[in-house]
């Protein structure tokens, strides 16, 4: 009977505890959203009171309040709030460079502790007129300006070109000549482009990355394109990047190879530089149904090498213990990450990415 009796008053205990631990704050707020609704870009920052009153019997502080970026801010007193006493929480927001729809949280932590009590403020930024130098940031020469200078395909198949155009337009008062070039012929790029503009044209240069099906070609391809206004270089250039894969359109994803790499990080610790090679390994399985094809192994720099090649094949079911070599003669003292990107026949994941770190010492 005892032992049922101190049961018991240990559950009421613990009951008590949790109401106390998720009992509601003392401080009630008048409302705890706030629509600002259309608001213009270039019209400043938009402020917001939040009214709260004390409905407790004990002094409360309002220890902190914390936004989810640097656009909102939000002023309040650290003087203890008094029983059936009233503060205000001023939450403001900035839209500048901020245009279309926005929902921001505030939490706000108190000296009663539990959970942050929430509130939120939302609205839409109308943006605003852009001058030419913010819609064409990039300068070309000549008046000639482009609207971006860079554009990452992520994965190109084998037999579907990937397409991307970028604008670029003449500020100056006279018709420019115009050419456009790959600074490293890759092989797989095309491109179109305005011989010339007139004052204040716009136009687009259009580039494409095309692989044949069945070509060897697979991996990262990377190209700068270069270009001459009225017969002069500039220093300016378009960057473009894609992982030449394989074509997708017609395999059955339940008969694929699935590859499965056993790491995401190699460690090797501390190296020292006059050491021998250093040996880690790890494994690669192929989960799928049909043989897994090693179709590129990229490393950055000849630090690392590995007993992985472009061309090796994975059967079904089948875990390969890859060596993976460091030579500590090659690096520079201090920290090393070395990126290792594998490319397979994988419809799925085509792509995946080991990275080696180690910290070359006396």
């Known amino acids: ?64 309040v914390a936004t989810t970026c640097g656009c909102t801010v939000a002023k309040f007193d650290r003087r203890p709030i008094l029983p059936d006493s009233t503060a205000t929480i001023e939450v403001s927001f900035d839209p500048m460079n901020r245009p279309g729809n926005f929902d921001k949280e505030v939490s706000v932590f108190t000296s009663e502790g539990g959970q942050p009590m929430k509130l939120k403020i939302r609205g839409y930024v109308e943006e605003r007129p852009r001058t030419v130098e913010e819609r064409f940031a990039h300068f070309v020469g000549s008046g000639v300006r482009l609207e971006d200078n860079f554009h990452a395909f992520a994965y190109v198949e084998q037999g579907n070109p990937s397409t991307t155009a970028i604008r670029i337009i003449n500020t100056s008062n006279k018709t420019v000549r115009l050419r456009a070039f ?55 250039f378009i960057s473009v990047t894609g992982i030449i894969i394989d074509n997708r359109d017609k395999i059955d994803y339940n008969c694929a190879p699935k590859v499965e790499v056993m790491k995401n990080i190699v460690k090797f610790g501390a190296v020292k530089r006059h050491d021998s090679e250093r040996i880690e390994h790890f494994a690669i399985t192929n989960k799928g149904k049909a043989p897994l094809k090693i179709r590129a192994v990229e490393i950055l720099h000849s630090t690392v090498t590995l007993s992985l090649s472009e061309g090796d094949e994975i059967a079904p079911g089948e875990t390969r213990n890859v060596e993976l070599r460091l030579n500590p003669l090659r690096i520079d003292y201090g920290p090393l990450s070395e990126r290792i990107r594998i490319v397979t026949n994988d419809p799925e994941h085509p792509m995946r990415t080991l990275r080696v770190t180690a910290i070359v010492v006396e």
Not at 5 to 13: G, M, P, W
Not at 43 to 64: D, M, Q, T, W, Y
Not at 208 to 234: C, K, L, Q
């Open 1 to 64: 009977m005892m032992k049922r009796i101190a049961y018991i008053n240990i559950l009421i205990l613990t009951m008590l505890c949790n109401v106390r631990i998720f009992a509601q704050s003392s401080l009630t707020f008048d409302v705890t959203e706030h629509d600002f609704g259309t608001i213009r870009e270039q019209a400043g920052r938009v402020k917001h009171n939040f009214h709260l009153r004390n409905a407790g019997s004990e002094p409360v502080v309002i220890l902190s």
């Open 182 to 236: 790959e600074q490293r012929p890759s092989g797989v790029l095309l491109m179109g482009y305005p011989k010339q503009l007139a004052p204040n044209e716009q136009g687009e240069i259009v580039i494409t990355y095309s692989v044949p099906v069945g070509s060897a070609r697979f991996g990262t391809v990377d190209t700068m394109v270069d270009f001459e206004v009225n017969g002069r270089h500039s220093e300016a």
